[in-house]
């Protein structure tokens, strides 16, 4: 009987070791899978939602300080500072774009004026110079 008793001891502190090293096993041996980025491919649009009004964008242009510094032959605007619009002909989003972040020496003006206003005088520079 007492050969029988060690023999199911054994075999118990057998199976206690198997059943950890399995609990172990999982939790600290396996390996770590983390979540891959996805990528997004494409660009994000640049032109505003708003569409601009050629005509509201003049009276921007002629009241926001362009014309101090940007020539525009259709606002009679003779700035030098800036790039002459009508040798440039910009287009629309790089209008837009300066117009909100601004480069170099010409500031931003998206505190100054709306999302709207930024949409007319791009409409308008676009429209003047056929750009």
């Known amino acids: ?8 001891a ?16 999982g939790c600290s041996g396996g390996k770590t899978v983390s979540p891959k980025p996805q ?15 050629p005509a509201a964008g003049k009276q921007v ?3 926001a300080g362009c014309k101090s510094c940007h ?3 259709d606002a009679g605007a003779t700035g030098n500072v800036g790039p002459n619009l009508d040798q440039a002909k910009p287009p629309l989003d790089l209008v837009i774009d300066r117009v909100t972040n601004g480069k170099g020496v010409m500031p931003s003006f998206s505190s100054q004026l709306s999302e709207k206003q930024i949409a007319d005088v791009a409409a308008y520079v676009v429209q003047a110079t056929s750009g």
């Open 10 to 25: 054994v075999r118990r502190r057998a199976l206690i070791v198997a059943a950890s090293a399995l609990l172990l096993a």
């Open 61 to 63: 242009f002629e009241t």
């Open 71 to 73: 020539t525009l032959k």
């Open 39 to 53: 990528t997004v491919e494409g660009k994000l649009p640049t032109t505003p939602q708003v569409k601009g009004d």
């Open 1 to 8: 009987m007492c050969r029988l008793s060690r023999l199911a």
